[in-house]
């Protein structure tokens, strides 16, 4: 599956961003969804993940309660709507498919992702 992060771009402290994942393939619906970041010089971190059915979201605890991860499978779509952001949130997005997740705690292995996106840059000024 092809994955195409959208929506990144600059804003100030405070404001408020929606990030989009489209997938290429209709059986999108079957993945785990995550969203990641990698902020200039520092390793790639997990941000939130949002099962196949969109019940069950899990979040890093740097971003819990001000980001919130959705999807729309029919649009084979995920949304990272990110609020109150911080200078500390700006980074490149990445969202990424898993495959096989029957609802464990490694949701946020990056290496359990099967595919990924291009990612899409975030910056957020003083």
């Known amino acids: 599956v092809q994955l195409q992060a959208s929506g990144g771009g600059l804003v100030q402290a405070g404001d408020s961003l929606r990030l989009s994942c489209a997938a290429s393939e209709r059986t999108f619906s079957s993945y785990l969804i995550g969203w990641f970041r990698q902020a200039p010089g520092q390793e790639r971190d997990f941000v939130a993940a949002?099962?196949?059915?969109?019940?069950?979201?899990y979040y890093g605890a740097s971003v819990k309660g001000r980001f919130t991860i959705s999807r729309d499978n029919a649009k084979n779509t995920v949304y990272l709507r990110m609020n109150s952001l911080k200078p500390d949130d700006t980074a490149v997005y990445y969202c990424?498919?898993?495959?096989?997740?029957?609802?464990?705690?490694?949701?946020?292995?990056?290496?359990?992702?099967?595919?990924w996106g291009q990612g899409t840059l975030v910056t957020v000024s003083s």
């Open positions: 949002i099962n196949r059915s969109g019940r069950s979201t």
């Open positions: 990424a498919a898993r495959r096989h997740y029957y609802g464990g705690s490694d949701y946020y292995r990056q290496e359990e992702y099967n595919y």
